[in-house]
């Protein structure tokens, strides 16, 4: 009796570990005809030292400062690498090739040689989509980027796999699949411990709803939901061999969660069925990351007069839910209130310009609601909406604006504030994340910009930047590009990067 309990026990642990283990073979061995096939559809010829550097970005064609990052690494990888070819796992099935290479022109000025560039397009996106999982979230998203990691895998394994999106949870799938090493650029982790403290104070926000910040017994379930997710997030993160982060902030965050350990949770990790998770996937140990600020090309913006700028206060943003729009409308109308002259008086006169992308049916809708908040404040006739500009056209903006206007609490980074200073642009940002620590810093005791909290403080730091002297005015738009140019460049990024030992990792394979 015994020895049938046994048996049945090591079938149950074993049995689906064996199946993943020939399937995981049978994906390998195919990938020789895939990846032949891709340098045959390049017009490349096979050789030895060629590799391929598959880089996880779903969202790949949004315009944003993530993307950026992308076509930014790879834009440096065909200038100095020419026997790599870059694999872009891509959900943006409604756009081809060239498509997509056209768009990186126009928004990033950046050009792409086709001929060292794939795509593996994939079309299960939509379990990443937040509007999928109206509850738990974080959990039905990561499972989501996992079956689209199988997705990615199952088309093409590369040499080297790095994560540019923020989907750790697709490193088990990697790393059965594939057995490659990987790495992951973070601009923002998953979940932090910001998180969970803002669900400890029952404080709410954009991820903590009003009906779970109000009530202790809800508040104490998603604390321990937390506390599961946090558990599994670092254990995927751990599954990488070097971690990339684009702020201070994000450093901080991820090193605590490298670092993450939970006696309890160890333990019932290592009890049957969980117990299969550490069969099929591996730590490699990593604990810390290195910090490697996003490239900003600040070429052209450098190039603008910082004088004669017109009483615009602009917005650069993604329309996405944590960049916190409707604080903006807040502020500028609150901003109009106290100084009517802002809005009566033709000279004094300030428009509020909102420009960003618009990624999909959510985002769109999220403008329209926007639009609705501005006449709903009154400021209608004060407020633009400039959707999915082009790069001459944000250039333009960034040309004439006086001031930069940035909500989002705990922003990883923020490159459209680094544009902001670039161009001569003062920033108005709030009080946390990237901004705070790393970009709008005094420099050698003066300011480069200003921080906010509420839109009340963001009223008054705008009422501030837009009445400074000429002499105050010019000297800060001149400190903050310096600074700006000294710390960001694109040259700067590219020299983080490849201390990043990523080079290493794909010459051992």
Same mark, same amino acid.
């Given at each position: ?5 046994? *048996? ?16 995981a073979?049978r994906?390998?061995?195919e ?8 340098? &045959?559809?390049?017009?490349? @010829?096979? #050789? ?37 070819? +870059? ?15 056209n768009k ?13 560039? %794939? ?6 996106? $939509?379990?990443v ?6 509850? *738990?979230?974080? =959990?039905?998203? +990561? ?15 590369p ?15 990697? &790393? ?16 932090s ?13 954009? #991820?903590?709803?009003?009906?779970? +910040? ?21 254990? &995927?993160?751990?599954?990488?061999? *070097? ?20 006696? /309890?949770?160890?333990?019932? %990790? ?10 099929? #996937? %591996?730590? @490699? ?18 190039? /603008? ?24 409308l %807040?502020? /500028? ?12 008086v ?10 960003g ?29 400039? =959707? ?38 003062i ?14 810093v ?16 963001f @009223? ?22 310096? $600074? ?18 990523w ?7």
């Open positions: 009796m015994i020895s049938v309990f046994l *048996f049945l026990f090591a079938f149950t642990l074993l049995g689906p570990v064996s199946l993943f283990t020939y399937y073979r994906v390998r061995s990938n020789l005809k895939k990846r032949s096939a891709v340098l &045959s559809e390049l017009g490349l @010829a096979k #050789t030895d030292n060629t590799r391929l550097v598959g880089f996880f970005h779903p969202y790949c064609n949004a315009g944003g400062g993530g993307e950026r990052v992308l076509w930014t690494v790879i834009a440096a990888l065909q200038r100095t690498e020419p026997d790599i070819v +870059s694999v872009v796992y891509s959900g943006d099935v409604d756009a081809s090739k060239q498509d997509i290479i990186i022109k126009a928004r990033f000025d950046i050009t792409l040689n086709p001929t060292t560039l %794939h795509f593996v397009f994939l079309h299960s996106r $939509w379990l989509e937040g509007s999928t999982w109206p509850r *738990f979230t974080l =959990v039905g998203q +990561s499972i989501g980027s996992m079956f689209l990691g199988w997705e990615a895998m199952s088309q093409l394994v040499d080297l796999y790095i994560d540019t999106m923020g989907y750790a949870f697709t490193f088990h799938v990697v &790393s059965l699949l594939g057995k490659i090493p990987m790495g992951a650029y973070v601009h923002y982790p998953t979940i411990t910001d998180m969970l403290a803002r669900v400890r104070s029952r404080k709410q926000g954009h #991820t903590n709803a009003d009906n779970i +910040s109000s009530s202790s017994i809800l508040t104490w379930g998603k604390l321990l939901y937390y506390r599961i997710f946090m558990y599994y997030y670092a254990l &995927s993160l751990r599954n990488a061999s *070097f971690v990339m982060v684009n702020s201070s902030w994000t450093k901080n965050h991820v090193d605590s969660i490298l670092q993450y350990s939970d006696r /309890f949770l160890d333990f019932v %990790h290592y009890l049957p069925p969980l117990a299969l998770l550490c069969l099929v #996937t %591996h730590d @490699a140990g990593i604990r810390n990351s290195q910090i490697v600020y996003p490239p900003c090309d600040t070429r052209e913006m450098t190039q /603008f007069s910082v004088e004669g700028r017109e009483r615009i206060i602009l917005s650069l943003a993604q329309f996405r839910p944590e960049k916190d729009h409707a604080t903006q %807040h502020a /500028f109308a609150r901003l109009l209130q106290e100084h009517p002259e802002f809005s009566n033709r000279e004094k006169d300030v428009k509020l310009v909102l420009v992308g618009s990624r999909n049916v959510e985002d769109a809708t999220r403008v329209e609601g926007l639009r609705s908040l501005a006449r709903d404040l009154g400021i209608e006739d004060h407020t633009q909406f400039i =959707v999915n500009a082009s790069y001459p056209d944000m250039l333009q903006w960034l040309s004439r604006s006086s001031v930069g206007l940035s909500t989002m609490v705990d922003e990883h980074f923020g490159i459209n504030v680094v544009e902001f200073m670039a161009a001569g642009v920033p108005v940002t709030h009080a946390s994340g990237g901004p705070l620590k790393d970009i709008v005094p420099v050698d005791g003066k300011p480069t910009g200003f921080h906010a909290l509420t839109p009340e403080t @009223a008054t730091a705008l009422h501030t930047a837009l009445t400074l002297s000429i002499e105050e005015e010019l000297a800060l738009r001149r400190r903050a590009r310096a $600074w700006a140019v000294l710390r960001f460049s694109e040259k700067e990024f590219e020299k983080g990067w490849n201390s990043s030992g080079k290493d990792w794909l010459a051992n394979r």
